[in-house]
């Protein structure tokens, strides 16, 4: 329980003196103090139902309100994760400013925690924008080619990146249209290559990778300008790159065509398993959070 070093005060003159400072001294925007004004009127009247007052509220009290609005009742359903989050918030700033101001002396927020942020769902790429990044290589020189494969491999496939700047020629069966992706050992898997993509590879293959290449003895099939294996950072680059041309920098890595692979299996039925066995994934519960993605605008086969 929060001990009380001052008079007790009536909430409303708390509350004023709360907005106040937060206005004046740090400058908050009208809307953000209605927002708290009503937070906080409503954590007064959930106060006054069970005959406490702010001051000598403890940390009890603060757990039961944020329970009744995560639970609902009749006069109101359950409030977001979101909601709740911003009333903990809330309360937090309006008790430290009761401390720092001497109308307590301890804290009984110490130990508010809002509900935990439920995870964000993958960022993917649409039909539409998936057309736009792999337009976006133009030309029939080297490095256009090279990158035209390698976006449509990537998006085709589903591979990681580490699994992309890793891959062999020899790994790359175009005649059945099929890849080996994952090392070696039990974690090695086998991966469709769709028609996009094994277009772009014998493009690449006949008319691009011999000429940077030249007479080096590389096995990568991804090569760099210099003919030698792609690195990471060359793979994020050409990615960034091309999605900027596409219009797509703010939410794009290599990482979001393999969430686009993953989605767009499920939304044309494929099962979990299947996609977790594409995918390499280890546990089934890494896929599942593209079965969220199933019905998302735009996401179609």
């Not at 760099?224 to 792609?230: A, D, K, Q, V």
């Not at 039925?269 to 599942?288: C, F, N, P, Y």
């Amino acid at each position: 329980m929060a001990t009380v070093v001052a008079p007790t005060t009536p909430f409303a003159g708390l509350l004023g003196d709360f907005l106040v400072y937060l206005g004046s001294e740090r400058g908050l925007s009208r809307n953000t103090l209605d927002a708290y004004r009503s937070d906080l009127l409503q954590f007064a009247a959930h106060l006054e139902r069970h005959g406490r007052d702010a001051a000598a509220a403890g940390s009890a009290e603060l757990e039961l309100f944020m329970a009744e609005l995560a639970g609902g009742d009749e006069s109101h359903p359950p409030v977001s994760p979101a909601t709740l989050q911003r009333k903990a918030a809330c309360l937090r700033s309006f008790y430290r400013h009761l401390r720092r101001t001497g109308v307590i002396e301890d804290d009984p927020t110490g130990e508010l925690r809002g509900p935990p942020k439920a995870p964000r769902l993958p960022q993917v790429l649409t039909t539409d924008e998936i057309a736009l990044l792999l337009a976006s290589p133009d030309g029939d020189d080297p490095g256009a080619l090279r990158d035209r494969a390698l976006l449509a491999v990537m998006c085709e496939c589903g591979l990681r990146a580490s699994e992309a700047i890793g891959l062999r020629v020899g790994d790359i069966d175009l005649r059945r249209k099929v890849l080996r992706t994952g090392g070696d050992g039990p974690r090695q898997r086998t991966v469709p290559v769709g028609a996009e993509a094994v277009r772009a590879i014998r493009v690449y293959l006949e008319r691009a990778r011999p000429a940077i290449v030249g007479s080096r003895p590389e096995t990568h099939m991804f090569v760099n300008r210099r003919g030698s294996g792609l690195t990471r950072q060359g793979l994020y680059k050409i990615v960034q790159g091309h999605a900027r041309v596409a219009g797509l920098e703010d939410r794009m890595s290599p990482h979001t065509l393999r969430h686009t692979f993953a989605a767009r299996l499920l939304a044309g039925g494929s099962d979990l398993r299947s996609v977790q066995e594409l995918l390499g994934h280890a546990d089934i519960a890494t896929t599942q959070i593209y079965a969220q993605l199933r019905d998302e605008a735009g996401i179609h086969q």
